[in-house]
Nanobody, 121 residues
Framework: QVQLVESGGGLVQAGGSLRLSCAASGSIFSIFAMGWYRQVPGKSRDLVAIDISGGRTQYADSVKGRFSISRDDAKNAVYLQMTSLKPEDTAVYSC???????????????WGQGTQVTVSS
């Protein structure tokens, strides 16, 4: 079982910045990727940014150049620095981790409960 503790959401004006944080704990042997998804009511959960172990990152086209993802492997943590926020960035942002509980275990994926980000115009 893994736990994800997210923080950093809130209300911000358009053009502002927010930094989301997420720390993973529990039965973790190794982490393959950590990232962030977002969802608005009535729509699917979409990838925002992901950091794949080994140094590869991927961003949604809509956030490229504005958002930056980073990881602290020593803390099993991932961060999302969001700048130049727009009203259309308003969503629930959920942390994501892809991990193994042991060397021979299957790879698992897990999403956190989410933190609300609201951008006012």
């Amino acid at each position: 079982q893994v736990q994800l503790v997210e923080s950093g959401g809130g209300l911000v004006q358009a053009g502002g910045s927010l930094r989301l944080s997420c720390a993973a704990s529990g039965s973790i042997f190794s982490i393959f990727a950590m990232g962030w998804y977002r969802q608005v009511p009535g729509k699917s959960r979409d990838l925002v940014a992901i950091d794949i172990s080994g140094g590869r990152t991927q961003y949604a086209d809509s956030v490229k150049g504005r958002f930056s993802i980073s990881r602290d492997d020593a803390k099993n943590a991932v961060y999302l620095q969001m700048t130049s926020l727009k009203p259309e960035d308003t969503a629930v942002y959920s942390c994501y981790v892809q991990y193994k509980e042991s060397k021979l275990a299957n790879i698992k994926s897990y999403w956190g409960q989410g933190t609300q980000v609201t951008v006012s115009s």
